[in-house]
């Protein structure tokens, strides 16, 4: 009999998300991952120091998260094996459990839509400003529905479809190394100054952990949104990153709108090009994209118990 680790971390994530009184009480491991990339950061990424030098220390706070994190899970899950035998595996779904966020990335889409839905443009861009980084102070009603759904569609791959990949792939430990991996990207993977260098290892080693599962997210939108492909084809290597342009482009395709373009970051103007064809998204949208979502996100349980069962 397979083992349905992945279909029930899939599950406790989608009943539960990871709640508000469980994180105050324990946290997330994210914010322990957080915790030591910016330990590093702050003792070894110093303007005093070389280009390489830094870029050096980058790596090495890289490599330091990834075994924490996937030595832990290793040993976590040895354990569990040990102690609980043939049912170990209900255990081991609930250390996955919080790598997974299709709830919690509901739960931050959500208020932006509502929020529309009631004309109250301050509280929707209060409620996108939570899940984008660029400034939304003076957005309407399009660029805000765009920014959410570029956001919905980016992270279906990092918060769903990505963990869920290694967890399959690797196990409890593939799982844990991915989010590691990720948070650092998100934290230090960027291209300017002054962290261009220290991140530099944090976010190729992302765009590589997330070639297979960009792909796989822009596969299920597109069968989940019933189309998209011809979009996908065309746009997905308009975006500066190599893998979200990849579900970000069938998003847009199977919504036939517009997504990315021009965005204004610190108060200055990113001319990034335009992704898909039509007009500006809308609220209607919006719910449209959600249904996407949530239909893709079934497509990867099917797609999750098919490979577990063929294990």
Known sequence: MAEPIALAALALDAVFGWPERLYRVVGHPVGLFARVIRTCERQWNRSNRSFARRRLLGAVTLALLVALSGGAALL???????????????????????????RSLLDHYQPVAAALSRADLPEARSAVSRIVGRDTAELDEGGIAR???????????????APLFWLLVCG???AWAYKAINTADSLIGHPEEPLRAFGWASARCDDLANLAPARLSAVLICLAGAGGWRVLRQDHGKHTSPNSGWPEAAMAGALGVRLAGPVRYDG???????????GAPRLEDMWRARAIFLRACLLAWLGAGGVEWLL
């Open 268 to 278: 200055m103007t990113a001319a990034k090009p335009w992704i898909g064809q039509g």
């Open 147 to 161: 920014a959410a759904i570029e956001s919905l569609s980016e992270s279906f791959c990092d918060g769903v479809i």
């Open 76 to 102: 976590l899950e040895g354990a569990i094996q040990a102690l609980a035998g043939p049912w170990a595996w209900p255990f081991v779904a609930v250390a996955a459990w919080p790598a997974l966020a299709q």
């Open 172 to 174: 409890l430990p593939g």
